[in-house]
């Protein structure tokens, strides 16, 4: 036993060398700067490098910080900026704890990417920020970078640029879940001090299972190609990043319940990129702290920007999602511009306010689709901007080429208590369409595919005193179906909201509504004003309501202003447009057109056809306007030319086919056509020929009354499809069609004279 004990105690020993060796090796300076590493057990220290100014410069070779090890830049407390570089081609595999005295910023760029660990932190007095750029620009033009350090020249000036190199920069994974260094509070991941900036900008970005972390402070992710420019400007928070000259973007991933958190006072995040994913429960907070305002959350994606749920709620813990809050205070702002954005299987974006505070508002700007589809575990997709107890909801604008929501995905800005609905402004190039319903609730509740500026909300089964907001949408074509639904409801004491759409066409079918209801309360119901440029059809069931949902209210009906060319219906399949009340008065309904198909004008108790109704239960029905538009006569016609056509242009010369049998027009008596063709026809000229009466007598018409179909035996008429010529010789028109066979005629192969 003796020798194998002393064995293992070699090994060990040697192991330990080794490691000491190793973890020395993940930290090697690269000679062109005087930068010193000392190892002490799991503590490593940089000192040395060469200051200039309020800057200090490192090089290194490598840089790479071991699990449970920490490394320190053992720094002045007059140094603003710490800048250092890695210039030896190797990833930075950073799994431990980066720190440095006071409250320097801390800059470090490697070409080849850097891969943060689970256990990796940092403890810095100023910003954080890591890149995979070539080299970092100063504000004297200098540069410090990986190529030719040997030449570099360092500089007094201050940092404004990050520049990428010929190369695709190297990727960028954060796996961070350390807790902060001060508490033992929920992982924080890479976390920076109060109102600093932490930033991530190089190729490809990854934040998998990892969190970034800047209360009060900044964030920003960006992903650009080779060649790029990042620029670097100072801010009360941190730094601020701009990528007004980078051509070409990569993208960006969120996955396993990362976090981006920039809460506080005035906290902002920034992610910039060209497809930006987020999903598996990933989330980006603004939530204020100490009843102070938070600042914007920005994403801009030059193709595409999307947030995805699970359609299963055991997988997650969180719902993948944008939240920024409000409390006492108006709610931030969110801001989407890319070229196609989507949201579905139950990501949200919630943007509210809890107290007296105007919930925040949200701004997509998405050039080509926006999809927002339901059918998560949540009840739906929401893009919400809402408030609580006395706020008003947010505003909600859209511009968009074409806009699709289904599946229960639904945009809303709500408010539940006493104050206002919020705005919501949608433009929509080409269509939009909301489609279907998403799942069933435990409690029977079915949530439509939706737009709601309503005070309270019929989907969470909530209720407000407020009234209801306004949504003005301007499309080419509007598509409602599948039970889809645009609603300004109110839902206690205030009236509905006002609902503007402005399109070419508009189609509602099975069971499709558009909305302006008083529901349970003595509010009146709203406003809808509907402008369709060529028709408005109504199919299955649907219907456009401004009505008192309540048979005991007091509250009036809304008014429903309708101006169209046509409104098309089917009479059976009882689709309305209703102004109506309970113990008030109905509304009044005003339509424009040329032309109403397949739907009546009904006052009084409603029909199962399809109508027009401004009915009041008990009160004084609303009036009913259908004002019929002019039809512009000269708006098709053609216009002729007005010079003379040389008609031997369109005649073809060719060979003159001789026909066996030739057909003859001859006319025969005086009426119809004059003798000679260059006179013109007379008054007297008429169908002489077909004889005059013989004695003057009075004509009598008897009118019969119509006949009863349902009662008739006589044979129904058929439509004359041929004739005959009988025996003598009159023509007669028979049911079915002539057999006609066509004479002969020589076609010669070679023209012959006449």
């Known amino acids: 036993m003796k020798p194998d004990f002393y064995r293992w105690l070699k090994i060990i020993s040697l192991s330990s060398c080794l490691f000491n060796r190793a973890v020395l090796g993940q930290i090697i300076p690269d000679g062109t700067l005087p930068t010193q590493v000392e190892v002490n057990q799991q503590k490593i220290v940089i000192t040395g490098g060469q200051q200039a100014g309020k800057n200090l410069f490192h090089s290194f070779n490598e840089f790479s910080v071991p699990i449970d090890h920490s490394v320190s830049f053992d720094n002045s407390l007059t140094i603003d900026n710490i800048i250092s570089r890695v210039t030896g081609g190797k990833v930075s595999l950073i799994n431990g704890l980066i720190q440095a005295n006071g409250t320097a910023n801390l800059y470090i760029i490697n070409p080849m990417g850097f891969i943060f660990g689970p256990n990796a932190t940092i403890d810095l007095g100023g910003s954080f920020i890591a890149s995979s750029a070539s080299s970092i620009k100063f504000a004297d033009g200098r540069e410090f970078g990986v190529n030719h350090p040997e030449t570099s020249l360092l500089t007094v000036a201050v940092p404004i640029g990050l520049q990428f190199g010929q190369t695709t920069p190297g990727a960028i994974i954060n796996r961070s879940q350390s807790l902060p260094v001060s508490s033992n509070d929920t992982p924080s991941g890479l976390k920076v001090k109060s109102e600093k900036t932490i930033a991530l900008i190089g190729g490809t970005i990854t934040l998998e299972n990892g969190n970034l972390t800047a209360l009060a402070g900044r964030i920003e992710v960006g992903s650009v190609a080779e060649n790029s420019y990042v620029s670097l400007t100072p801010i009360s928070k941190g730094l601020e990043l701009g990528y007004e000259s980078v051509q070409n973007f990569l993208d960006i991933f969120m996955l396993q319940e990362s976090i981006i958190d920039a809460s506080d006072n005035g906290g902002s995040v920034k992610i910039q990129g060209r497809n930006i994913t987020l999903k598996e429960g990933t989330q980006i907070g603004l939530i204020p702290l100490n009843d102070q305002p938070t600042g914007n959350l920005i994403i801009n994606g030059s193709e595409s920007v999307v947030l995805i749920g699970e359609k299963n709620q055991t997988q997650r813990a969180s719902s993948t999602g944008l939240y920024v809050f409000g409390v006492d205070i ?144 301007k499309t080419d074509q509007l598509i409602i179906k599948d039970g889809g639904q645009i609603t300004v409801e109110s839902f206690l004491s205030g009236a509905a909201g006002t609902l503007t759409v402005n399109a070419n066409s508009i189609v509602l079918d099975q069971q499709a509504k558009i909305t302006a209801i008083a529901e349970n309360n003595d509010g009146n119901g709203g406003e809808i004003r509907i402008n369709a440029k060529d028709s408005l059809e109504l199919r299955n069931n649907s219907s456009i309501t401004a009505e008192v949902n309540f048979q005991g209210s007091s509250g009036n009906g809304g008014n429903i202003s309708i101006e169209t060319p046509f409104i098309f219906a089917v009479p059976r399949e009882d689709s309305d447009i209703v102004a109506d009340a309970g113990q008030g008065n109905g509304g009044n309904i005003n339509i424009t057109a040329l032309g109403l198909f397949g739907i009546q ?128 010789g009159q023509i007669i028109l028979t049911a079915r069609a002539t057999a006609v066979t066509p004479q002969a005629y020589n076609n010669p192969t070679k023209c012959s004279g006449p």
């Open 330 to 473: 108006d709610g931030g702002n969110v801001i989407i511009n890319t070229q196609r954005f989507s949201i579905s299987d139950g990501a949200i974006i919630n943007i509210e306010t809890f107290g007296q505070g105007k919930g925040g508002n949200l701004t997509i700007n998405a050039s080509q689709i926006t999809e927002i589809m339901g059918t998560g575990f949540l009840e739906s997709t929401v893009l919400f901007t809402g408030a609580l107890d006395k706020g008003d909801g947010g505003n909600i604008t859209i511009n968009t080429g074409s806009l699709i929501i289904k599946d229960g995905g639904q945009i809303t800005a709500n408010t539940l208590g006493e104050g206002k609905g919020g705005t919501i402004s949608i433009n929509v190039a080409q269509t939009l369409e909301i489609i279907g319903q998403g799942i069933t609730t435990s409690d029977g509740r079915v949530s439509p595919s939706l737009i709601a500026a309503s005070s309270g909300d019929r989907t969470v089964g909530s209720t407000g005193n407020g009234q209801g907001g306004s949504i003005d949408l």
């Open 601 to 728: 004008v009904q006052q009084g108790q409603r029909i199962p056809l399809s109508e027009i109704n401004a009915s009041s239960r008990t009160g004084l029905s609303g009036i009913v306007s259908i004002n019929r538009l002019s039809a512009d006569s000269q708006s098709n016609l053609v216009i002729l030319p007005t010079t003379v056509i040389n008609t031997d242009n369109l005649i073809v010369s060719g060979c003159r086919t001789r026909i066996e049998t030739a057909g003859e027009f001859s006319i025969k008596g005086r009426g119809g056509l004059p003798v000679d063709p260059n006179q013109t026809i007379s008054h007297n000229q008429g169908l002489a020929d077909l004889g005059s009466p013989s004695t003057p007598e009075t004509r009598h018409f008897n009118v019969s009354p119509p006949i009863d179909s349902s009662k008739s035996t006589l044979e129904p008429i058929i439509e004359a499809q041929g004739w005959m010529r009988n025996e003598q």
